[in-house]
């Protein structure tokens, strides 16, 4: 059973950073595909970034220029560095892994494993 777990959440003011982290244990599984989502309360959940090992990363208009996802396939971990933090940025950050398409998309029926989520609050 592949199991993803989040880690590095925590609460910063407006304009700090976070970094994420996701590992990754258990079963094979295809790990050329991998992404972060987030959902803020009363809200749907969010594709944020994805990183392919055959094309890079790719990210939402909301956070690009401020995140950086990458990827460590000798530790089986996947980052996300967030900076210049804003108030919007609350929300549950989820890792996603296996894709079942062949192109690194940020749906989320892609996806068939998730992590249990880590919150990240941003205060003004």
């Known amino acids: 059973q592949v199991r993803l777990q989040e880690s590095g959440g925590g609460s910063v003011q407006a304009g700090g950073s976070l970094r994420l982290s996701c590992a990754t244990s258990?079963?094979?599984?295809?790990?050329?595909?991998m992404a972060w989502f987030r959902q803020a309360p009363g809200k749907q959940r969010e594709g944020v970034a994805r990183?392919?090992?055959?094309?890079?990363?790719s990210y939402a208009d909301t956070v690009k220029g401020r995140f950086t996802i990458s990827k460590d396939n000798g530790k089986n971990v996947l980052y996300l560095q967030m900076d210049s933090l804003i108030l919007e940025d609350t929300a549950t950050y989820y890792c996603?892994?296996?894709?079942?398409?062949?192109?690194?998309?940020?749906?989320?029926?892609?996806?068939?494993?998730w992590g249990q989520g880590t919150q990240v609050t941003v205060s003004s």
């Open positions: 258990g079963g094979s599984y295809n790990s050329n595909c």
């Open positions: 996603a892994a296996d894709s079942t398409v062949p192109i690194c998309t940020l749906i989320e029926p892609d996806f068939r494993y």
């Open positions: 990183f392919s090992d055959d094309f890079g990363a």
